[in-house]
């Protein structure tokens, strides 16, 4: 157990960012999860609106330290595919 004033205060910073971040972490999971089912299911028009919220989580996760820019990157630019190439065969 801590035992100066300074590490009591640490202790309770590290529990209240480590809530901030499970839930910044969590909403990024959900939204990514929506769109791939959305995929799975084949529904281009809901794939497509659900296109845009997700890259705009994903941005944010970037900034709050979330994710890394390029893993975003990499994450949005193969979503953006999947949606395209679902698009394209139902067209």
Same mark, same amino acid.
């Given at each position: 157990?801590?035992?100066? !004033? *300074? &590490?009591? +205060?640490?202790?309770?910073? /590290?529990? $209240?960012?480590?809530?901030?971040?499970?839930?910044? &972490?969590?909403? @990024?999971? /959900?939204?990514? $999860?929506? @769109? =791939? +089912?959305? %995929?799975?299911?084949?529904?281009?028009?809901?794939? +497509?609106?659900? %296109?845009?919220? /997700?890259?705009?989580? @994903?941005?944010? *996760?970037?900034?709050?330290?979330? %994710?890394?820019?390029?893993?975003?990157? $990499?994450?949005?630019?193969? %979503? /953006?595919?999947?949606? $395209? *190439? @679902?698009?394209? !065969? =139902?067209?």
């Amino acid at each position: 157990m801590a035992n100066t !004033a *300074s &590490a009591i +205060k640490r202790i309770r910073q /590290t529990k $209240r960012r480590d809530a901030r971040n499970q839930r910044n &972490a969590s909403r @990024l999971k /959900t939204e990514v $999860r929506k @769109l =791939k +089912k959305a %995929l799975e299911t084949s529904d281009a028009a809901s794939a +497509k609106d659900l %296109l845009k919220p /997700t890259i705009s989580v @994903l941005d944010k *996760s970037v900034q709050k330290g979330v %994710l890394k820019k390029n893993t975003a990157s $990499r994450i949005k630019s193969r %979503l /953006t595919r999947r949606v $395209r *190439s @679902l698009a394209s !065969a =139902k067209a």
